[in-house]
């Protein structure tokens, strides 16, 4: 069984920063790519930022120059730094991670339960 599990949301004043972490745990033979994701309030999930097993990234346009994503291969940990916090950045935060759980095995895709993100002064 795998879990991704976000952490680091949180109430923040404009102009500040985060970071926020995904962690994969569980039965993870490798990890393919991972996204991080926003939702606002009645709004579909739309892509912010995407990293793959090779370090390839990229980045909304609506985000490029504020949110940096990384990887750490070893933890299975996926971060997104975002700078220059927006009130229009509060939305809450989802990691997606597309692995294998085995050499030979298919991809499947995992969210996590995602993170709240608040700008407010």
């Known amino acids: 069984q795998v879990q991704l599990v976000e952490s680091g949301g949180g109430l923040v004043q404009p102009g500040g920063s985060l970071r926020l972490s995904c962690a994969a745990s569980g039965n993870i033979f490798s990890i393919v790519t991972t996204d991080w994701y926003r939702q606002y309030p009645g709004k579909q999930r739309e892509l912010v930022a995407s990293?793959?097993?090779?370090?390839?990234?990229n980045y909304a346009d609506s985000v490029k120059g504020r949110f940096t994503i990384s990887g750490d291969n070893a933890k299975n940990t996926v971060y997104l730094q975002i700078h220059s916090l927006k009130p229009e950045d509060t939305a809450v935060y989802y990691c997606n991670s597309n692995l294998k759980t085995r050499v030979d095995g298919p991809t499947y895709s995992y969210w996590g339960r995602g993170t709240q993100v608040t700008v407010s002064s």
């Open positions: 990293i793959t097993s090779d370090g390839s990234r």
